[in-house]
């Protein structure tokens, strides 16, 4: 079943409070919570860990600062944080060096990414050939797919990366409505991450965060032929 990856981030950037909304998501059945190496600094996202920690939940962080220092910068945070889940990020063999041996599942970026917030350059054919070469890669777990940051077909380029590699893709970016969630559950991914759509109020307009991620909840659960 397709996952749902809630990220603590607005605008591709962890939001101020992040701490105070992870405390208000204790009731809330989301298996993977995120954030950005943008926005907060190391001591606030420790605290941020602590409470997702005593919620028992995976920790994801997303690595989307274009500046190849400060992406390698956030790959050795993201290990002294403990982080489960390291997505994102563009420079494959110097990220891999300082994760070594580490117990996390690293998932680079497929394609060129452009600027901040991040965007999906390239055709469709270079996209799809890059995810294949990372995911050749053995300590390449997965793949953070911005398949809605691309401007071409996105559902087809997801379709056809999901189908190419044989290690679980994560669509990130853009996810804002039911439709696309179930688009990337019968694709096959393995999650996707929702973040700035919810703090919008893009799922039940009108609605607060809580209710946006129950919303988010229950289109995960519902499968294809049930919508």
């Known amino acids: 079943m397709t996952r749902f990856v809630f990220m603590l981030t607005l605008d591709d950037a962890t939001v101020?409070?992040?701490?105070?909304?992870?405390?208000?998501?204790?009731?809330?059945?989301?298996?993977?919570?995120?954030?950005?190496?943008?926005?907060?600094?190391?001591?606030?996202?420790?605290?941020?860990?602590?409470?997702?920690?005593?919620?028992?939940?995976?920790i994801a962080l997303e690595v989307v600062n274009p500046d190849r220092d400060a992406e390698l910068r956030a790959v050795e945070l993201g290990l002294e944080?403990?982080?489960?889940?390291?997505?994102g990020g563009t420079q494959l063999e110097e990220a891999v060096r300082r994760i070594a041996s580490a117990d996390v599942r690293y998932c680079p970026f497929p394609?060129?990414?452009?600027?901040?917030?991040?965007v999906l350059a390239g055709t469709h054919d270079e996209i799809v050939a890059h995810a294949l070469e990372l995911a050749a890669h053995e300590r390449v777990w997965g793949l953070d797919l911005l398949a809605y940051r691309f401007e071409g077909d996105a559902d087809l380029l997801m379709r056809d990366t999901v189908a190419a590699v044989a290690k679980p893709v994560i669509v990130a970016g853009s996810v804002a409505d039911a439709d696309r969630i179930h688009t990337?559950?019968?694709a096959g991914a393995w999650g996707f991450t929702v973040g700035s759509a919810a703090f919008e109020g893009r799922f039940v307009p009108g609605a607060?965060?809580?209710d946006q991620l129950r919303a988010v909840i229950e289109a995960t659960a519902a499968t294809p032929e049930e919508v």
């Open 16 to 58: 101020p409070d992040a701490a105070e909304v992870a405390r208000r998501l204790a009731p809330l059945d989301i298996p993977v919570v995120g954030f950005k190496d943008v926005g907060l600094g190391p001591q606030q996202l420790r605290e941020v860990v602590a409470i997702l920690r005593e919620q028992d939940r995976e």
């Open 81 to 87: 944080l403990g982080v489960d889940l390291l997505l």
């Open 111 to 118: 394609g060129t990414i452009v600027g901040h917030p991040s």
């Open 184 to 186: 990337i559950a019968a």
């Open 208 to 210: 607060g965060l809580i």
